[in-house]
């Protein structure tokens, strides 16, 4: 497959650049194959990354989200994966058909040719003759301040949150973090250290989840009796190992 | 009052306002009913198009302003010594086409179709008039929502919302306003 | 170019400028050449008396300017005034609160707390007599300030700005905006 030299400063966010890679790859919209998706993804990010850019957030929690997909499949229940494969192609539908209305709508673009006049400047008594309960100004008041918050301060971040996690993407990105994370420390963890602090059921999935896609990717390798993981490259390990025999 | 002097009305109260003047508003000045003023108005028109004049109004949803004819754009930006302005970006059209179709929207709504933080675009087409708020979400936050405005309407040349091109197949991109803002 | 289309320059270019428009500037914009111009113009306003038209042209001292005629201005005034009489909008009332219980704030204050550009809706209080311009901050940009009014006061039936309804919590958002000059 051709290899995509765009950079990231080129899109208008993780959706761009998907339905780049949908229309330059020619998958099928309506049915995409996750996995070249991710492929695609990963590569674009890689190279943007390589390029010294900083990856906004949102192109992170995308690549996330493909993550979580395409782990979702290796489930014996599809229904999940299926769900979240349907919202991704729904959006990249909207925006690719949003896309389409925008170019017809600016075709017709003549606000420029067309001039209106400025309002005479007549003596008119434009003065406010209403009259209303003073009670008014404070609901006013409340809502314009209300709405401050959306805007700026925590709210905004924490709805953001929330709709992440909502999504359920973030607690496997974190995990795939976490357990790296871990392993670039010691090489090797056990897997129960993996699951602490992992109380509700989400997040242990996640954690599980993690594990499995690390795996699948041939990133880590889980020991023969399940307890430990550690990375596929044996260099690591056994660094791991002396240190701890020395430790002894 | 004759019809000669009711065309003279609407005439010069268009022409004085220079903005959209609502239809309810231009008949109680003008005296003449609401239910006369388009008939009254298309007559106008008509006048204009065998003269060839250089003005003619244009209907903005429910109200009406006077306006230069495209064709004399070119002398009509010597004159005043104006120069085109920059064209909207892709991405203040695609913000735009979103509001446009499924207005009134939250910058929330936006954001999610576009998968990418969108407000300083749509603060940026409220600054060119082609959009305005609309009142708030009765949701916790309680976001603004937008719509497009008559520069909107005049600016593609349509009289109202209704006559956006339809989008292939679908009429509304279908999300539900309230799912996003959960 | 048929005289039809010069007819229709000119009044486009008279149309759009609001303000007088000197005659070689016309001339230039029309393409009609300054000895042709006053026959074309009076022209247009035989036209315009034949129609009963609501504007004309006048010439003022080496210019013309496109107005509205006289008997309609008491129609016109009806137009502007009509205005007066629609409610305030949640919009309008917002602004108009943000800057009664922090006055005097200039629009970028207002701007700050909604999030939104809300200049024209400050002009729009402005032009209803509702807040009035107040002096300047002495910050960068030296912006405007504005403060309710006496009309403001009468609307909500209150003596002074310190019977404003307490706010629970915050009385005032603070923001310092700087020293303000008078």
Known sequence: MEKLT??????????????????KHKLDIFDIEISVLLEQYMNFLDEAHEKDMELAGEFLEMAARLIYIKTAYLLPQKEEAEKMKKELEGALIELSLCREAAAKLSENFIGDDIFVRQPMKLKADT???????????????MTAVSGRKIHKGRTNIENKINSVVKRRIVPVLTKVVHI???????????MDKLYEGADDRSSRVATFLAVLELTKFGRIKISDDNMRVFFSGDRRRKKWKSKKNSEQ | MEIKEKLGAI?????????????????????????????????????????????????????????????????????????RNAPLSNAAMEVLTIIAYNQPVSKG?????RG????SVVNNLVEKGLVEEAGRLD????????????????????????????????????????????
């Open chain 2, 109 to 113: 709504f936006v954001e999610n179709v």
């Open chain 2, 11 to 83: 005439e010069a109260i268009l022409f004085a306002s220079g903005e959209p003047v609502e239809m309810y508003r231009l008949s109680e000045a003008s005296g003449v009913d609401a239910g006369t003023l388009p008939s009254l108005i298309r007559l106008l028109n008509e006048r204009y198009d065998d003269m060839g004049s250089g003005i003619c109004i244009k209907k903005l949803e429910g109200s009406f302003q006077m306006c230069t004819r495209e064709k004399y754009s070119p002398m009509i930006r010597t004159a005043l010594e104006t120069k």
């Open chain 2, 116 to 119: 990418i933080d969108s407000s």
């Open chain 1, 180 to 190: 790296l994370r871990e392993l670039y420390e010691t090489g090797e963890v056990y």
């Open chain 1, 127 to 141: 003065t406010y003759r209403l009259v209303h309960d003073p009670e008014r100004l404070v609901n006013a008041y």
């Open chain 1, 6 to 23: 765009f950079s990231l400063e080129n899109f208008e966010g993780p959706l761009d650049v998907l339905l780049n890679l949908v229309t």
């Open chain 2, 139 to 182: 949701i916790p936050g309680r976001p603004l929502v937008y719509r497009t405005t008559a520069v909107f309407l005049r600016s593609f040349g349509l009289s109202s919302t209704a006559d956006l091109p339809p989008i292939s197949g679908h009429n509304r991109i279908l999300i539900d306003e309230g799912n996003i803002e959960s």
